[in-house]
């Protein structure tokens, strides 16, 4: 049973870069100083765990007014497949609505548009590189808590 937690010491927080590091860093060939940045501070960051393992993480912060950026979504390669991708997105949605934002911004990794496409974010730029990888940008209108 997988669950995902809002990481709340920094335990969880530590867990997450260990998720990022595998994927971008390692697997992706991303520099760890562009991976781990000043905005890791501020964020809310997010672990899915199997068991005690944590196999995949992202992150939100607010970067205006009713506005939020989704950040470092990654999945471990052995768990992919597996609807994680959406778990989390679907765990960083929930938390942008009860926090106030009302619209979610992210940079897409080229190959992963389709993706989000589904969870109804749609393409606002064109294809441009961030740390040797094809990215676009994309946003989603969020819905209001009732």
């Given at each position: 049973m997988f669950?995902?937690?809002?990481?709340?010491?920094?335990?969880?927080?530590?867990?997450?870069?260990?998720?990022?590091?595998?994927v971008f860093v390692e697997e992706q060939g991303v520099p760890l100083s562009m991976e781990i940045d000043e905005h890791d501070t501020s964020a809310d960051h997010f672990v899915v765990y199997d068991g005690p393992k944590a196999i995949a993480a992202g992150r939100i912060r607010t970067i205006a007014s009713e506005v939020g950026k989704v950040e470092r979504v990654c999945v471990l390669k052995e768990y992919r497949g597996q609807h994680l991708g959406v778990l989390i997105m679907n765990a960083l949605e929930e938390h942008a609505k009860k926090t106030g934002i009302h619209k979610i911004l992210l940079n897409a990794q080229s190959y992963a548009?389709?993706?989000?496409?589904?969870?109804?974010?749609a393409v606002t730029s064109p294809e441009f590189m961030d740390a040797d990888i094809p990215h676009r940008a994309m946003e989603k209108q969020m819905e209001s808590v009732i």
């Open positions: 669950e995902v937690k809002i990481a709340a010491s920094e335990q969880e927080r530590e867990a997450a870069f260990t998720v990022r590091k595998k548009i389709p993706f989000y496409e589904k969870l109804g974010y």
